[in-house]
């Protein structure tokens, strides 16, 4: 299936000096409808930041104040009992922090602070939620892989769960508002671990991403079969961005994966993601443990779906934006055309949706996700 719905692209200029500024703050934006953003918070902290100049010092320093005022306001609203405000705010607070460290290089020391403040922030809101939002850690190569596993209630019941893995050093919490809201409201588990190459796993295990992701999946799986909420015999893959290889890589190797999807097609990372967009080259380089560029590209050029997709014998489900700028629609194309399996559905967004991951169109983006793995699980 092809989506074209005709609208016009939607992509808001908050930053009019930076297109990528803007397409970033959209994704804050997008997060709005579950509760990971404000859009005043959001506008009150672009005016700071304003519209002439291009300073990550700044960008950095604006949303950061965001976040730890949004926190503050959280605290202050847990030591009064307010526990549901307080939850609200930490989980904004998280997104704040997130942010703020976007387009700072890759070892800048306020990357850490944005990662330990933010997920503090997480945990404690997680804490709040009465045992919907688990904290894990799964066993992986002599360390341990964390993140969290989300229920839709505390019954016991072993229901179908996805995992859910991010991009290009995303962190496992944002996850919760990318779309991981949206399996708990359909009955099913959501699965979110800082696999190697992004958030915990890279920063401070020094975990960097593989081309053979099947491996720290297979663990994954390991872990929650044995979980008495989880249904070992219904389970899915999902991954968004760069997520988009490893989802479908693993599942072509993982049988215990019933049904897959990218959220952003590719066929070569090296190709359709790293040459494609450049700006994104020194975080390539980062999460592979790269020392350079001719390392990274030697590294990044094993990380293709050529001789992989075929053999996929499960449900797939390709979504990508016509206007993609970071990731090349080429490769989601190139991906489609090499399967094998029956069921394949394909959502390529032309009008709205067709920025990178959708983040325009995040609210039917994430919906229609979670409903093709509800009906395919």
């Not at 066929?267 to 020194?282: G, R």
């Amino acid at each position: 299936m092809v989506s074209n719905n005709g609208d016009a692209l939607s992509l808001i200029e908050l930053f009019p000096q930076d297109e990528d500024w803007s397409l970033q703050t959209m994704r804050l934006l997008g997060q709005v409808a579950v509760g990971g953003a404000d859009m005043f918070e959001c506008a009150r902290t672009a005016a700071r930041i304003g519209t002439t100049t291009v300073d990550e010092e700044v960008w950095q320093r604006e949303w950061s104040r965001t976040a730890a005022e949004v926190a503050a306001q959280g605290y202050a609203a847990l030591e009064r009992g307010e526990t549901t405000t307080a939850r609200r705010a930490l989980f904004r607070s998280l997104s704040y922090w997130r942010h703020s460290e976007f387009f700072l290089d890759s070892f800048d020391p306020l990357r850490t602070v944005a990662y330990r403040e933010g997920t503090k922030n997480f945990q404690k809101a997680a804490e709040l939620t009465d045992g919907l939002i688990e904290k894990i850690a799964v066993p992986f190569e002599g360390i341990e892989m964390e993140g969290y596993i989300v229920r839709p209630d505390n019954s016991g019941q072993a229901r179908p769960t996805v995992l859910f893995l991010g991009g290009a050093d995303s962190w496992a919490e944002e996850l919760y508002f990318l779309g991981g809201t949206e399996f708990p409201d359909r009955g099913m588990n959501v699965v979110m671990i800082d696999t190697p190459g992004r958030g915990s796993s890279l920063r401070f295990k020094e975990l960097y991403s593989r081309p053979d992701y099947e491996v720290p999946v297979r663990a994954i799986l390991d872990f929650l079969e044995q979980r008495d909420d989880v249904d070992a015999n219904r389970i899915g893959l999902a991954g968004v961005s760069f997520g988009g290889y490893y989802a479908p890589r693993a599942a072509a190797f993982e049988p215990r994966v019933k049904a897959v999807a990218a959220w952003c097609g590719t066929w070569s990372i090296l190709t359709d993601f790293y040459e494609f967009y450049p700006p994104l080259q020194k975080q390539l380089q980062w999460l592979t443990g790269s020392k350079d560029d001719a390392d990274a590209r030697e590294k990044l050029a094993a990380f293709t779906l050529d001789g992989v997709a075929e053999k996929i014998d499960v449900p797939v489900y390709v979504m990508h934006g016509e206007a993609d700028i970071i990731m090349d629609i080429e490769g989601a194309r190139r991906f489609v055309a090499a399967l094998k399996t029956d069921d394949v559905t394909v959502d390529i967004y032309d009008g709205a949706g067709s920025l990178h991951c959708s983040y325009d169109y995040l609210s039917v983006a994430s919906a229609r996700l979670a409903d093709w793995f509800l009906n395919r699980l």
